[in-house]
């Protein structure tokens, strides 16, 4: 059973709920986002972005799951951010960002960014913010 925590189509709530109230306790999704946002050198737009809950019987909450979408600078990406965390343990069970084309729909490229709390991606040294896989 799922339940929405929170969805919106608003960077300036985005914001808000993320970092200025820290209503979202998933580190690892957040510090990857951030580094994808920061890495930027066009202006991205915020589609869509959701949080939700999981539970398997209806009672405990078990997993919670966070989904971030943009389209990029240039207009030819939408990019989707998504993050599953254990609540329990607060394991990040798995961050991924998809590349997909706006037109078909269809996922072009796709990188595991944190599978069972491993990190596979690396902050460019060079200082620009840049992710590398």
Same mark, same amino acid.
């Given at each position: 059973?799922?339940?929405? +925590?929170?969805?919106? !189509?608003?960077?300036?709530?985005?914001?808000?709920?993320?970092?200025?109230?820290?209503? +979202? /306790?998933?580190?690892?999704?957040?510090?990857?986002?951030?580094?994808? %946002?920061?890495?930027?050198?066009?202006?991205?737009?915020?589609?869509?972005?959701?949080?939700?809950?999981?539970? @398997?019987?209806?009672? @405990?909450? /078990?997993?919670?799951? =966070?989904?971030? =979408?943009? +389209?990029?600078?240039?207009? !030819?990406?939408?990019?989707? #951010?998504?993050?599953?965390?254990? #609540? *329990?343990?607060? %394991?990040?069970?798995?961050?991924?960002?998809?590349? #997909?084309?706006?037109? !078909? @729909?269809? #996922? *072009? *490229?796709?990188? !595991?960014?944190?599978?069972?709390? %491993? *990190?596979?991606?690396?902050?460019?040294?060079?200082? /620009?913010?840049? =992710?590398?896989?």
């Amino acid at each position: 059973m799922q339940k929405l +925590l929170f969805q919106t !189509t608003n960077a300036e709530e985005l914001g808000k709920y993320f970092f200025q109230d820290r209503l +979202l /306790d998933f580190f690892k999704y957040l510090s990857f986002l951030m580094m994808y %946002v920061n890495g930027q050198n066009q202006q991205i737009e915020l589609i869509q972005a959701f949080v939700h809950s999981e539970s @398997k019987d209806g009672e @405990k909450d /078990d997993v919670l799951t =966070v989904e971030t =979408v943009f +389209l990029n600078g240039d207009k !030819t990406k939408i990019v989707r #951010i998504w993050g599953a965390k254990d #609540i *329990e343990s607060g %394991v990040a069970l798995m961050v991924t960002m998809d590349l #997909i084309d706006p037109v !078909t @729909k269809q #996922i *072009e *490229e796709e990188y !595991t960014a944190i599978e069972n709390d %491993v *990190e596979f991606f690396r902050q460019d040294k060079q200082g /620009d913010g840049s =992710v590398s896989f």
